[in-house]
């Protein structure tokens, strides 16, 4: 799926958040320490832009991104080539749930709207356990309900209606941008999300809404 709508996921991005996922994603690296982080793992890297984020804000030796879809990793791989910065950044083709790296590679590994994805959530947040060197840290960035009323049933309305319509017009997709509303529902957000982690081994696990709880960064260390 995510090999066909390559081609629009950048801009569909920006028009569908109103330009507010960059101000996620940057919150997101922002949990990240400029001296401790120097390696840095981005799962389901997609076209890059976490990657890239980080790359600005930390100033990493050493970047990996990894998505299972090629196509979007092409689109990844020409940002990454005009920012002249493909001696810092590596964008691989692989699947999360069976990561072709050694134990402890990694001071950090995040993920943006990338876990929701995984065929088998556990396995996939396992491997970005395994990893991570002692003490590095995981920071996730994922979709999560919003809870507070009436924001709760406005965006409700937006995000089940009206998006999947733009979506599919924009990426000639018609599953894609349903596909983003159920996967959503179904993903276990919050304190239920922290759970997850913590029962993967992941310690000093904590999470913050941002925009009234549309998305969630999480965190933990191993
Ligand atoms: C919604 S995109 C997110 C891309 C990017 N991280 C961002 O912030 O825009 C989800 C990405 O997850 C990737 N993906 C889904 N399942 C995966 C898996 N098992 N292993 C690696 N990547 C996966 C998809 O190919 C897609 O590029």
Redesign the pocket.
């Known amino acids: 799926m995510?090999d066909g709508i390559a081609p629009y996921y950048d801009f569909l991005?920006g028009l569908l958040s109103v330009g507010i996922d960059t101000i996620w994603?940057r919150k997101t690296i922002k949990q990240l320490n400029k001296n401790d982080h120097r390696h840095v793992l981005d799962?389901?890297?997609?076209?890059a832009?976490?990657a890239i984020e980080a790359e600005k804000q930390l100033k990493c030796e050493r970047i990996v991104g990894?998505?299972?879809?090629n196509q979007?990793l092409e689109i990844g791989r020409k940002k990454v080539a005009k920012k002249s910065l493909s001696d810092v950044i590596e964008l691989v083709v692989?699947?999360?749930?069976n990561l072709n790296f050694e134990t402890g590679s990694f001071d950090a590994v995040t993920?943006?709207?990338?876990v929701r994805?995984?065929?088998n959530l556990e396995k996939?947040l396992s491997e970005m356990h395994r990893v991570l060197r002692n003490q590095g840290k995981i920071v996730i960035l994922e979709f999560s309900k919003p809870r507070i009323f009436p924001f709760k049933q406005l965006y409700n309305t937006y995000f089940k209606y009206v998006l999947p319509v733009i979506g599919k017009v924009t990426s000639k997709d018609p599953k894609a941008y349903k596909y983003l509303y159920e996967s959503v529902q179904s993903f276990p957000d919050y304190e239920n999300f922290e759970q997850v982690l913590q029962k993967i081994g992941f310690k000093n696990t904590s999470w913050t809404s941002l925009s009234l709880g549309i998305c969630t960064i999480y965190q933990g260390t191993k």
Request: proline share 0%; no cysteine.
């Open positions: 995510f991005n994603r799962i389901a890297t997609g076209t832009d976490l990894l998505d299972i879809s979007m692989g699947d999360s749930e993920a943006a709207f990338g994805n995984f065929g996939g």
